[in-house]
């Protein structure tokens, strides 16, 4: 056991939580975490992953819901695209104008909102994954950004859409319904 460890066992031993309370505040940051500087950091703390996670899903979703649209501004040139110029893996152009078009107007609504934000951000990631693989000569500063993209939206898959979410007011709502059942 490294030293870190023992010094999260300690501390989880030391406050009265367990192993599993820690586990659950490392893999869901939607719970109230801990916080060593009092309530009026931890809440400021919370209140800043609220919006970092708020301002990454307005960002990441207005890039691809503007190139969704472009795509459907002038349909002949997207189906010229994706027959010349991307080259989408396992799909026919027109299936992957489709599907790519469909993607990046639904997702970013929905990520927007935070309803199926998970979902959301996995989905917007295959669609950004895709545009780096389809493209065969994709110039460095096109890279940094799709890079950065799916950064933000990595963070969005692992860590959810944040307080700030429809997802989290169904999840409170739920939780209120399951503590007025009785479990």
């Given amino acids: 056991m490294n030293t870190n460890t ?24 939607g719970l109230q975490q801990p916080s060593l500087l009092g309530g009026a950091a931890s809440w400021t703390v919370n209140g800043a992953q609220a919006l ?10 207005h890039v691809f819901f503007l190139s969704g649209l472009t795509k459907i501004r002038d349909w002949e040139i997207t189906l010229a695209l994706f027959e010349d110029e991307y080259h989408v893996p396992l799909l026919p152009p027109e299936l992957a104008a489709w599907m790519g078009t469909g993607g990046e107007l ?3 609504v929905l990520l927007v909102l935070g309803l199926g934000g998970r979902f959301a951000a996995l989905g917007l990631s295959v669609v950004n ?42 999840a409170s709502h739920l939780r209120c319904e399951k503590g007025r059942s009785g479990r």
């Fill in 6 to 29: 023992g010094a999260l066992r300690k501390a989880a031993s030391a406050d009265g939580r367990g192993w599993t309370t820690w586990l659950r505040i490392l893999i869901d940051p």
């Fill in 129 to 170: 994954l895709m545009a780096v693989l389809s493209l065969s000569d994709i110039a460095p500063a096109a890279l940094v950004q799709h890079q950065l993209w799916g950064g933000l939206l990595l963070g969005l898959a692992l860590y959810g859409p944040g307080r700030l979410s429809l997802d989290a007011v169904v």
């Fill in 52 to 61: 970092g996670a708020l301002a990454a899903r307005l960002y990441v979703a």
């Fill in 106 to 108: 639904v997702l970013p």
